[in-house]
C-alpha cells in the first residue's frame, strides 16, 4: 500500500467519525485544504525526477476526486440526518395536551355541605363532634339506659368498656345542649359506625345529618316545615315529606321521615328507585324527650324541641338515583365523574 492509499484510508475514517457539517469541514481541511495534507504532498512532487512526476500528478488528483466523491456522500447522508433529527424535535402545537387529573367533591359530601348550607341559610350554626364518644353520650344521656332494647342494634365498636365509635349522630344534641343555654339551633353531620351487614343499603361506616332545635314554643309544625324545605332544596321544588309513627327512646313523639320519591314523584308503580312505593325513607325524627331536656339541665316545662337524623349515603341515593350505596365507597372514577 503506497502513501496516497494510506492517506486516503485515514481520510474515509475521519469522514464517517464525523457526525455533524462543523466536524466534516474540520476534516476537510485537514486534508483537502491549503495548508491540508494532499497539498503537502503536491508539494513534494518538485522533487521527483522529472519523469515521474506526471504519473505523481495523476496519481493525486485520482485521490482527491476520491476524496471529494466520500465527502459529498457524507455530506448527503449528514444532511439527511438533520433533517430527521429536526423533525423529531419539532414541537407539534396541534397535539393534544394531557388534561390534568382535576378531582371534584364526593356526591355523599356535597350532599352533607347542600344540607347544611340550608340549615345555615336559617339561622344553624353546623358543629362537629367526636367519632369516639363514651357509652354516656351515645346512650345514657339519650334515655337509652343499659339493658335497653334500643341499644342491641347500636353498641358495636368498642374501644374500651366505657368508650364506642359512636353509632349515630344523636351524642352531639347532649354535646351542644350541655354547652349552651337554649335558644339552640343546629346541625352536626359525621361519620357513624355500626355492625350492619354491607348490602345495598348498609354500610358499616356511613355519615349522618343531625339536626336539633330547642327553644320556648317549639312544635312539630316547625319541625315539618323545615325537613319539607330541606327535601326541596336537595331534590326540587315540588317535594312532600311524610311522618310515619316510630320509636326512638329520645323523641316523644318520634318519627320515621320520608319524602316524595324524586326519581318518580310518586307517579308509577314500576320506579326502580322506590319499587313502587312513591316515597323515600330519610331517617328518624322527633320531640326531645323530656328526659333529653332534663338530663341536660333544661326544664320541658319551659322549653320544647325538636331533632332529627338523616342518613347522609341515603339522602344522596335519591339524589342522583344510584342503586347501591356501596358505589360511594368503590373509588371508581367512572361513576365519580358521572355525578360530578
Ligand atoms: C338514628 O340513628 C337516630 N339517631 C335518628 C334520630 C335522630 C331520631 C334524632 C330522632 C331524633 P336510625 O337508626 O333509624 O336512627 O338511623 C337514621 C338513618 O341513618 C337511617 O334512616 C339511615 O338513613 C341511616 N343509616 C342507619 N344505619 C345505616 C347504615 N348501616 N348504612 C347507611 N345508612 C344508615
Known sequence: MNDLERLQMRFEAAVQAARDETALEEVRAAFLGRSGEINAIRRSIGRLAPADRPSAGKAINDTVERMETVLGERQTVLAALDVQRKLEERIDVTFPATQPQVGSIHPVR???????????????????????????????????????????????????????????????????????????????????????????????????????????????????????????????????????????????????????????????????????????????AGMVHPNVLREVGYDPEIVSGWAFGFGAERLALARYEVDDIRRFIDSDPDFLEQLA
Not at 365498636?157 to 349552651?180: A, E, G, K, V, Y
Not at 337554649?182 to 361519620?191: C, D, E, H, L, Y
Request: charged share 20%; aromatic share 10%; with cysteine.
Open 110 to 284: 356535597r350532599v352533607i355541605e347542600d344540607a347544611c348550607a340550608y340549615f345555615e341559610r336559617h339561622g344553624f350554626a353546623v358543629v362537629l363532634g367526636p367519632e369516639v364518644e363514651p357509652a354516656y353520650y351515645n346512650f345514657d344521656a339519650l334515655n337509652i339506659p343499659e339493658g335497653h332494647p334500643a341499644r342491641e342494634a347500636l353498641d358495636s365498636f368498642w374501644i374500651d368498656d366505657t368508650l364506642l365509635l359512636r353509632p349515630h349522630t344523636s351524642p352531639m344534641q347532649i354535646r351542644t345542649m350541655q354547652l349552651h343555654k337554649p335558644p339552640i339551633a343546629i346541625v352536626a353531620p359525621g361519620k357513624c359506625y355500626r355492625r350492619d351487614a354491607v348490602d345495598a343499603r348498609h354500610l358499616f361506616q356511613f355519615h349522618q345529618i343531625e339536626g336539633l332545635l330547642v327553644a320556648e314554643g317549639i312544635h312539630f309544625g316547625h319541625l315539618k316545615g323545615m325537613l319539607a324545605g330541606l327535601c326541596r332544596a336537595l331534590y326540587g321544588p315540588y317535594q312532600r315529606v311524610r311522618f310515619r309513627p316510630s320509636f326512638f327512646p329520645f323523641t316523644e313523639p318520634s318519627a320515621e321521615v320520608d319524602t316524595t320519591c324524586p326519581k318518580c314523584q310518586g307517579k308509577t308503580t314500576a320506579c326502580s328507585m322506590c319499587g313502587g312505593a312513591g316515597w323515600i325513607e330519610l331517617g328518624g
